[in-house]
């Protein structure tokens, strides 16, 4: 019995669900979801694929449908769809799907063979060298409420004690099929998007729960790094108060220009180089002492060769003399070499390294018929780095659908441009509809382009509300993305954004397992939620970050007159308020609402809905833990009103969650009772679950964001039900947030945050923030104090004003000065503010 850890499986239909001929198979797998298989000789695939992993979890609840066989045609109908079928070789007129109840498309009917136009795609295999936009792979879900993935040439996964004469201790292998055919699933969920994608991930298998410290901040670049330069390097971070949780160590820990030209180049290499890391085991223990797990580059085509440290072993496993000095190919298809290549990686890993950075890019070709090697080490490595209990970690490209089973992805060396910046919203979102949720960017971009400060500051903020953020780039001495190598405003700019990411963590674990548990991308387009309007697939910038926010970042340069940059917005319909100011914007139409949203160098179009709540955890500054990954001690609540709301915090034991134990769970549920004009209740009930995983007490902050100031005696705040007269309120009018701090509480007890006269809405500051837009504007004066007397006397209604301001007349000579003229740009700007809260 194989202790290789598997792959798990439910491969067979269910036999009530399956209609088939001699040589068409038709399994109905969902009421939305049709497998459609065609084989010459009638011997139909029923092992687990490359893609799909279980075809039958409604065994419990089959899917209802009826079939008719009439004139020559076999109608299956459900509630979802109808196919029509002529049982004969698969063909456009032979073969249709019709699906059910999509309004706005003359398109939803799916012939076989018909071109996706209305797909609304999934992504790609990698952006190296790619400058701006790149073409991206089918998706799952469709305008027009079709979709087909074809699986019809991926491999199968097979138990095999035996491959090609080797013994396979693996205990199941990757073999080509042995019939070919097609094989097509037709997704026909209408525009179900949600529903469609988590049926996705139950048929090819549930994206992984990730360990919290991969939710932090990344370092990477590509440098010859000595042990010295890189834990200095750490020091200053730390000096810095700036978080890292991972370091990312590039190809030169090992030996590359010290090779011999005999053995080929030292793109590949397992030998540290112990010129620049003495040893490696010190220097990685130290990195840990830090706080920072590591993991290393390696691209293994060149297989091991003789300068290698472990070449002896190898060579002689694979029944090689090792005096002969003959390399060891690298062959994906052998479970002998596999058995021994992952060996090497163990006495490596027992050195210090936590996982691996596959940075294959060497073409799509192995061995074996249909065998992508990206795949395979995708596959084998996140299986290997799974086994004796550890938690499975890789670091990798996207080799297909069903490669969100291999977290984390790399997109590759991306072109430092502002069109490469502006891509990256749409591509990490649109990857949803493939299932793939845990991108990682070279933030602020890899290579090639230009240096633009503000390009950066950027790139930063948008890592921040990335699934994953890892800063990179290549080696330049001119291409450093450590923020002190960059003026004040935009250090400081990067520095904000790096410290929010690392306070987020609480946020981002709590959506790690909802990705995990239901299936839900941290990442989500904005039209999965507003399938039937238009504007919602017009927003490719803008997407849904968790349960709670909608964020737009800024990818477009700051205009020079306003002074500012702009996000185009669209708000679905309710109330809002910008996460970081509380300012509240309203949207009452049904439609939403569009508007641009304007933003200095370190701010970022960020809104969280009416009764959204957010945990962050306080940087550990006092402690000097600021990077900390453990559950926190201190837990800083930030709460939206203007509707009731409820937040369920996840955490666990840091133990194993690969497919998450509810064992190993503990839950807070926090809910917000809010009532216009009335008393307002926040509620943390006792944790439940594992609450040993937890600290004893903490340390609670409630931020009400958005709200007027109240009375400090107005709160009440009560620990399992006995009142706490020592919790400290403070008020900040720049943010309009009522804070309310709680020490010292027991995890198991219920905390009560009440306001007894209610919270109401702030007051809206919009003529102070026109007022700001005006004063940092590069415009003439007399424009800025025209400008501000008419919004001053009359609000927004001073908006068309603005467009025609002209000179005012007077007694004295007219001068080229006089010029009144106000730019676009500002007027926009101004806007903002007086239109937010839809008042004219």
């Known amino acids: 019995m194989s202790t290789f850890p598997q792959l798990a499986t439910n491969p067979g239909m269910n036999p009530a669900t399956v209609i088939q001929g001699d040589r068409w198979r038709i399994g109905v797998i969902t009421e939305s979801l049709i497998r459609l298989e065609w084989q010459d000789d009638g011997v139909f695939e029923n092992h687990a694929t490359q893609m799909v992993v279980n075809r039958n979890w409604l065994a419990a609840n089959p899917p209802q449908f009826t079939k008719t066989e009439r004139d020559g045609l076999l109608i299956i109908d459900t509630p979802a769809l109808r196919m029509t079928y002529n049982m004969q070789q698969f063909s456009k007129e032979g073969l249709s799907v019709v699906v059910k109840g999509v309004t706005n498309s003359q398109m939803n009917t799916w012939h076989y063979g018909e071109d996706q136009r209305g797909n609304l795609r999934g992504t790609a295999r990698t952006l190296d060298e790619v400058d701006g936009e790149t073409k991206l792979g089918l998706g799952v879900i469709s305008h027009d409420g079709w979709a087909v993935i074809d699986d019809s040439t991926s491999n199968v996964i097979v138990e095999a004690a035996e491959v090609k004469g080797e013994a396979n201790p693996f205990g199941t292998w990757v073999v080509p099929r042995e019939h070919q055919g097609k094989d097509l699933y037709i997704f026909g969920y209408g525009h179900r998007y949600i529903e469609a994608v988590q ?19 990344w370092w990477s670049r590509y440098h010859r790094y000595t042990e010295d330069e890189y834990l200095t390097l750490v020091d200053r971070f730390e000096k810095e108060g700036l978080p890292f949780t991972t370091a990312v160590i590039d190809m030169d820990w090992h030996l590359v220009d010290d090779v011999d030209p005999k053995y080929g180049s030292g793109w590949t290499g397992y030998t540290w180089n112990r010129d620049f890391f003495p040893d490696p085991e010190r220097f990685q223990r130290a990195l840990h002492e830090h706080g920072l797990r590591t993991t290393l580059n390696v691209h293994p085509r060149d297989g091991v060769r003789a300068f290698e440290d472990g070449y002896d072993e190898v060579a002689e496993r694979m029944g090689i003399d090792p005096e002969s000095g003959e390399p060891v190919e690298f062959d994906l298809t052998s479970p002998r070499f596999m058995d021994a290549y992952f060996d090497l990686h163990h006495k490596l890993e027992d050195m210090g390294t936590d996982f691996w950075w596959l940075d294959w890019q060497q073409g799509g070709a192995t061995r074996q018929k249909g065998l992508d090697p990206l795949w395979m080490l995708n596959h084998m490595h996140y299986l290997d780095s799974g086994r004796d209990g550890r938690w499975p970690l890789t670091f990798s490209r996207y080799a297909g659908p069903g490669s969100h089973r291999y977290p984390v992805g790399f997109s590759g060396d991306t072109v430092v441009t502002w069109e490469s910046l502006k891509f990256q919203p749409y591509f990490t979102s649109t990857a949803s509809n493939i299932g793939y949720g845990w991108w990682s960017h070279d ?36 291409n450093g993305k450590e923020p002190w190598n960059f003026h004040t405003a935009t250090r400081d700019a990067m520095d904000k954004a790096l410290r929010l990411r690392h306070e987020m963590l609480p946020y981002l674990y709590t959506m790690n397992w909802r990705a995990a548990a239901d299936g839900r991308p941290l990442v989500e387009p904005m039209y999965w939620q507003s399938p039937e309007n238009p504007t919602a697939y017009e927003m490719e910038q803008e997407f849904r970050f968790g349960t709670e926010l909608v964020v737009a970042p800024i990818v477009e340069p700051i205009d020079g007159n306003a002074q500012l940059a702009k996000a185009d917005v669209w708000l679905p319909q309710g109330t809002w308020f910008d996460f970081f100011t509380g300012r509240r914007y309203e949207s009452a139409s049904t439609n939403g609402r569009k508007l641009e949203a304007w933003r200095d160098l370190d701010g970022v179009p960020a809104f969280a809905k009416a009764g959204g709540i957010v945990p962050l955890q306080p940087l550990d500054e006092a402690n000097g833990a600021i990077n900390s990954v453990g559950n926190p001690a201190h837990l800083q609540v930030v709460v939206f009103p203007g509707a009731d709301g409820a ?45 040993e995983a937890l600290p004893a007490e903490r340390t609670w902050t409630v931020t009400f964001r958005g709200v007027a100031e109240v009375a400090a005696d107005d709160v009440v705040v009560t620990v399992a039900g006995v009142t706490r007269e020592e919790a400290e309120v403070a008020y900040d009018e720049a943010t309009l947030s009522l804070s309310v701090t709680v020490r010292n509480v027991p995890v198991d007890a219920e905390v009560s945050v009440r306001s007894a006269s209610g919270l109401r809405y702030a007051d809206d500051p919009a003529i102070e923030d026109a007022f700001t837009v005006l004063y940092n504007a590069q415009i003439r004066y007399l424009s800025k104090e025209r400008a501000y007397q008419l919004v001053k006397e009359n609000g927004a209604l001073a908006l ?38 839809g008042r004219v």
Not at 199 to 217: S, V
Not at 814 to 834: C, N, Y
Request: hydrophobic share 35%; no cysteine.
């Open 199 to 217: 049926d996705f991930y139950k048929l090819t298998g549930p994206t992984p729960l990730l360990p919290r410290f991969t939710l932090g901040n």
């Open 800 to 837: 068309n004003a603005l467009h025609t301001l002209e000179s005012v007349k007077s007694d004295r000579p007219r001068h080229d000065f006089d010029d009144s003229h106000m730019p676009e740009s500002v007027i926009q700007a101004v806007a903002e503010p007086l239109l937010r809260t």
């Open 647 to 691: 937040f369920d915090l996840k955490e666990d034991d840091g133990t194993n969650q690969a497919q998450p134990l509810a064992s190993a769970l503990t839950s807070t549920a926090m809910t917000f009772d809010w009532k216009d004009g009335a008393a307002a209740t926040f509620t943390i009930a006792p944790a439940s679950g594992n609450v």
């Open 443 to 478: 933030i602020g971009g890899h290579m090639f382009g230009y240096r633009d400060e503000e390009l950066e500051a950027r790139w930063y903020q948008l890592g921040t509300f990335s699934p994953i953020n890892r800063l990179h780039s290549t080696d330049s001495s001119f």
